[in-house]
């Protein structure tokens, strides 16, 4: 079974400051994929990478996909209150299609 | 403008009982999946279908069985539900495989007493 370890588990920081997850596997993907989810909901998808290398910047976010397909990043500018909510990496093997989801990020911006 | 329903929503069971879990899609997506989401381990695979009565095994299918009689529906059935199978499960729809995101309902928060 391939893993995929986010970091880190929890974060709390202040409105307006800049954050950055990891994701990161010894095993290759894909593609990656990004996920939010708020309480009571199920995750909702914030975006794909593909290529190695590859950065994708959705507003204040940017997503990075490590060269060697193991590994990926989302950093959060100026973060705000709204960006408040559990992050999950998620790698889709090769092969069998499937996608193995990380622990997640536990996110808290404080007003 | 939610195209995938899960009921119920919450649901306390005893142990030894059966339990039904119903995953409703109207987007005529080929693949659906069923997951479990516990703290520490994040999401888990249980079973998947790629079509009418196409159903495969997940990473964490021991204890449950699923169906899938027609394109909307796919049913999550624990046959004798256990505290361990205590857990918020979420089903999921794809249209195709590959880089394609994966759409999810709102989960059922599953409690087994």
């Known amino acids: 079974t391939q893993l995929l370890e986010q970091s880190p588990q929890f974060l709390s920081i202040q409105e307006g400051e800049n954050l950055t997850v990891y994701c990161n596997s010894s095993s290759v993907f894909s593609s990656l994929q990004w996920y939010r989810q708020e309480p009571g909901e199920g995750p909702v998808l914030l975006v794909t990478?593909?290529?190695?290398?590859e950065v994708k910047k959705l507003k204040r976010l940017t997503f990075q996909f490590g060269d060697a397909r193991k590994d990926s990043s989302l950093h959060i500018t100026a973060a705000q209150p709204g960006d408040t909510g559990l992050y999950l990496c998620?790698?889709?093997?090769?092969?069998?299609?499937?996608?193995?989801f990380g622990t997640g990020t536990r996110l808290t911006i404080i007003p | 403008d939610a195209g995938i329903t899960q009921s119920p929503r919450h649901k306390v069971t005893e142990t030894g009982t059966p339990v039904t879990l119903r995953c409703h899609q109207t987007?005529?997506?080929?693949?659906m999946y069923w997951y479990r989401q516990d703290p520490g381990h994040g999401l888990r695979l249980i079973h998947y279908s790629y079509g009418v009565k196409d159903t495969d095994k997940g990473e964490v299918s021991d204890g449950y069985s699923v169906s899938r009689s027609k394109t909307e529906d796919f049913l999550l059935t624990l046959e004798s539900a256990t505290s361990s199978q205590t857990s918020v499960y979420f089903c999921?729809?794809?249209?195709?495989?590959?880089?394609?995101?994966?759409?999810f309902g709102s989960g059922t928060r599953l409690t087994v007493v």
């Open positions: 987007e005529n997506h080929r693949y």
């Open positions: 990478v593909v290529t190695g290398g």
């Open positions: 998620a790698g889709l093997n090769f092969g069998n299609e499937k996608l193995t």
């Open positions: 999921a729809i794809s249209a195709l495989q590959g880089n394609y995101g994966y759409t």
